[in-house]
């Protein structure tokens, strides 16, 4: 069995053997480095003397995993205090006369409401439909028809693993048909359901509910993936709802070798000097990794490496 594996769309795909484990059912493969700017894709493919040859997935190049370099980390997070973060609140086509998304602190006198936002401490604000202070639950509620929240657009391009976490309240007084929802785009323009919340069940009468999900079980991640939350009253009751506190977690990645590996403060032929010295065995006052490429030998690809960063590639 091979692992094969590119890092451009341009390029072919290479091979390397898979390493059956000494225990367990592990196999392992060890793949050249690649940078922040790389495109990692990979398959699997093995040939039986009866099934014939094989591939993961069936499609095989045509239809590769796709992997992002870095590691995953908290890539956005608003808790919508200090400012909007770029969120709008109604968009054309929305049809609700009253309750409009706006970014306050909520008025939660008549439970239909928060009380209170998400976010800990001192912090108060939200988007809510309205929050107007009103003579009673249904002043200012949502009515005839569905108002929209759209996020700003975040990039999350090339990474399918990237989860989406918000915490969403919605009050429905009754109406059999009003809901909240939750959809996601690409592009603005081609919208997934994530969820519908309501018209009944756990939490549709108030409090707030945490959602977390992955962004590619729903879509193709791009560099302007949005976030659209609905809240609709078709049935003439009390409809409010609320969002706080998103979180994006998505891989973060940052090249970090170091060519200047004689800390003279330039990355030079100087550098490229050091490192043939050390990896022949000679003296490293630096303290610099001798393994540049990351590959676990210290030899010649190491100064090829360091080569190819000195003239302005990627770290590998």
């Known amino acids: ?155 999350l391009d090339r990474a399918p693993e990237a989860t989406i976490s918000y915490n969403r309240w919605f009050y429905n007084g009754g109406g059999a048909m009003n809901t909240f929802t939750v959809d996601i785009s690409p592009d603005n323009t081609i919208w997934t359901r994530v969820e519908t919340f309501g018209p009944s069940g756990p939490g549709t009468t108030g409090g707030w509910n945490q959602r977390t999900f992955r962004v590619g079980d729903f879509i193709t991640p791009s560099a302007t993936t949005r976030l659209r939350f609905r809240a609709a009253d078709i049935s003439g009751s009390i409809v409010e709802a609320a969002v706080d506190e998103i979180t994006i977690i998505a891989p973060q990645c940052i090249d970090v070798c170091n060519p200047d590996v004689n800390a003279d403060g330039n990355s030079d032929q100087d550098d490229i000097d050091y490192l043939i010295g050390v990896v022949a065995g000679g003296p490293n006052p630096t303290g610099a990794e001798p393994d540049f490429n990351r590959d676990g030998n210290v030899d010649a690809s190491d100064i090829d490496a360091l080569l190819n960063v000195v003239a302005g590639g990627n770290c590998p």
């Open 1 to 155: 069995p091979h692992l094969r594996y590119r890092f451009s769309p341009a390029a072919p795909f290479e091979s390397v053997p898979l390493t059956p484990p000494t225990s367990g059912s592990v196999w392992t493969a060890t793949l050249p480095g690649f940078g922040c700017s790389d495109l990692p894709e990979y398959y699997f493919e093995a040939a039986g003397t009866i099934s014939g040859a094989k591939t993961l997935p069936a499609g095989g190049p045509s239809a590769a995993y796709v992997a992002s370099p870095g590691e995953l980390a908290v890539r956005y997070h608003e808790d919508f205090e200090a400012s909007d973060a770029g969120w709008v609140g109604g968009q054309p086509g929305d049809t609700a006369t009253t309750g409009q998304w706006n970014r306050q602190d909520p008025d939660g006198r008549f439970n239909a409401q928060p009380e209170n936002d998400v976010t800990p401490g001192a912090g108060v604000n939200c988007w809510v439909t309205d929050g107007r202070p009103g003579t009673a639950a249904g002043t200012f509620d949502v009515d005839n028809g569905y108002t929209t929240l759209l996020s700003a657009p975040y990039n």
